[in-house]
């Protein structure tokens, strides 16, 4: 059974378009699922200008997950890590008590190309919120993948089909990379208690609901649904167990207030460490005054 069926909202961050899918009016998580932006695709012109980039910003709270389907995205952090993203690849940055990064289109302002990526934000559970941060990257190799019924499936992050994703989940939650042929069928993870697709191309029908690109159909819990493609189709599915509220504000998550609170007049008093390969300039809060400085704009 379906719940609801959202539609991403659709913006432009400085040169490319990003869909807003989570957190809507209609449904705020799928699972511990808090956020969810579909980025592109766009085709990328050599040269274009940093002000692409997203400069250096803070998290707590959470986990990001990025995943590409085309170009590549440069990774930094504040544990001095630097890592290029690609096709089939994932990050997996937990935040934690604290960690800032950023993400820049090097390769394609040298030679172009064409942009087109996920990224999720996975809140987590109370008694992880204040862990210490971490960053892990997987090629395309280390994703458990499998085929059937006209279906390729890749396990990006969790539990799900039987096999397990590597990476540091730390609640039950499954994020699944589905290639369908016309007719191509796949059933929803059974083992997990919420569930939801989302439509990155083509059409499918789950329930006798049609759903084309640009729309996550969110299920009803514990719903055994299966997905029809109607055109061949690229799906992202996910879904766990649900990990309590959440406040969202700005790039922090957290089950209290306070603590976001607290993140932001630590982000604004400068007590949160930049990343040590691109900390010449950050994004502020909204609402405050730019940096005094840019040097690298």
Known sequence: MIESVIDARRRDLGGFEVGRV???????????????????????????????????HP???????TYLLDGEITHRDSLGIEQAIRPGEVNWMTAGRGITHSERFERLRREGGRMHALQSWVALPNEREEDEPNFVHYDTSALPASTADGARLRLIA????GVRAPGPTFSPLFYVHCELDAGGRVPLPGEHAEAAAYVVSGAVEADGVSCAAGRMIVFAPGARGVLVARSPAVVMLLGGAPVGERFIEWNFV??????????KAD???????????????????PGDPPPAANPLS
């Open 22 to 56: 989570l957190p809507s009016a209609r449904r705020r998580m799928v699972g511990p699922f808090i956020f969810f932006d579909h980025m592109g695709p766009v085709d990328i012109a050599p040269g274009v200008s940093r002000s692409m980039d997203v400069r250096p």
């Open 254 to 263: 957290s089950s209290s207030r306070e603590r976001i609170e607290q993140a």
């Open 158 to 161: 969790g539990e799900a089909y």
């Open 59 to 65: 998290h707590i709270g959470l986990a990001t997950v």
């Open 267 to 285: 982000w604004r008093a400068g007590r949160m460490k930049l990343p040590d390969l691109d900390h010449g300039e950050f994004i502020p809060l």
